[in-house]
């Protein structure tokens, strides 16, 4: 178990930046989490940690040791990708030892390791099997337990869970919180999903364009998001924002000076009589998922304002209806978009 730091590493494809200067200490035991929209370098960046993509400037510390310049094998580091590449002719035993086999690892050994991490994994009936034989899940617990087997001094995770359905992503986001339980170890993993990032993560790292725009806890970044790209790209559905001076607005309280735009949550809206909140509109869409009902809502010059409401509204299109929103969950952004509070 290591920490690990970057200090202004940057990644240049010819006169291309991609990397553009990234600061970041990751503490030993911490379960770290890259997200943002494509092309944002997430991928890269992990890549550039595990050694596989060199570093153009900067400087990766690794358990203390500067490994800028050592090659992957050197780097104590394990990697999960979301291919398993599981070989097809050997069992989920021979599978997950194969990589102690090659170093020369002694047959006590191997089976010891591969025994310990099919425990953790709950893998134990599956070890005499091939992977034709598993399910996708259980294809990738093995792939992780190929991992664990290395004894890593961290783990590096590219987007494992994107290839399975949406039932199982639930299931192996249990078993690898689970796993970090058991484990401790120091984790760092891409996704460009945000539900991921939220259940997952110690800290998530929000890249924008090559640039880390926010680094915090889930609930600091949901509940204080330093800008207005972090603002509606954590949350789901994402926060409403329009302009401060949107006619028929009725706030409660001026916003503080400077602000540009406003942002409120769906899960922070309310929906009253027409008049009697802070924004009138037309119900346009409804979106019913039994627990919750979404009510997207015309608010004309404010644009459609998405509510989170609680089972079913009873509203129909078409019907007007006000949005009142929590005086405590308005956010102010400047011409810059950055956070006014």
Same mark, same amino acid.
């Given at each position: ?23 970041? /200490? ?282 989170? /409401? ?17 005086? /405590? ?13």
């Amino acid at each position: 178990m290591a920490g690990i730091e970057l200090n202004s590493v940057e990644k240049w494809y010819g006169d291309a930046q991609v990397i553009k200067g990234v600061d970041l /200490a990751i503490d030993e035991g911490e379960f770290i989490i890259f997200v943002g929209p494509s092309g944002c370098g997430k991928s890269t960046l992990l890549r550039m940690i595990a050694g596989l993509e060199e570093t153009s400037r900067g400087q990766i510390v690794i358990g203390g040791r500067d490994a800028t310049a050592e090659p992957p094998a050197q780097r104590g580091l394990a990697m999960v990708f979301q291919s398993y590449a599981l070989y097809p002719h050997m069992s989920v035993r021979e599978n997950m030892g194969f990589s102690l086999k090659a170093a020369g690892a002694s047959k006590d050994e191997i089976t010891s390791k591969v025994d310990e991490a099919a425990r953790v994994l709950k893998l134990e009936p599956l070890l005499e099997r091939r992977p034709k034989d598993l399910s996708g899940g259980q294809r990738q617990r093995v792939a992780i337990g190929r991992s664990i087997v290395r004894d890593p001094t961290a783990f590096l995770f590219d987007e494992p869970l994107s290839n399975l359905d949406a039932a199982l992503r639930v299931e192996m986001r249990y078993e690898i919180a689970k796993l970090h339980q058991a484990l401790g170890s120091t984790m760092i993993y891409v996704t460009h999903d945000q539900v991921e990032a939220m259940t997952l993560a110690d800290r998530i790292v929000v890249l924008e364009g090559g640039r880390v725009s926010q680094v915090g806890s889930p609930r600091e970044l949901y509940e204080r998001p330093g800008n207005l790209f972090v603002a509606q790209f954590i949350g789901s559905p994402k926060m409403n924002v329009f302009a401060a001076t949107t006619p028929g607005l009725r706030l409660a309280a001026p916003m503080p000076a400077g602000a540009e735009q406003i942002g409120i949550r769906p899960e922070h809206i309310t929906l009253t009589e027409p008049g009697s909140g802070q924004i009138d509109g037309t119900v346009d869409v409804l979106e019913y998922l039994g627990a919750d009902t979404y009510v997207i809502a015309d608010c004309g010059e404010a644009g459609k304002l998405t509510v989170r /409401a609680q089972g079913d509204t009873g509203l129909a299109p078409g019907a007007r209806c006000g949005l009142a929103f929590d005086p /405590a969950q308005i956010r102010a952004f400047d011409s810059a978009g950055l956070a006014l509070r």
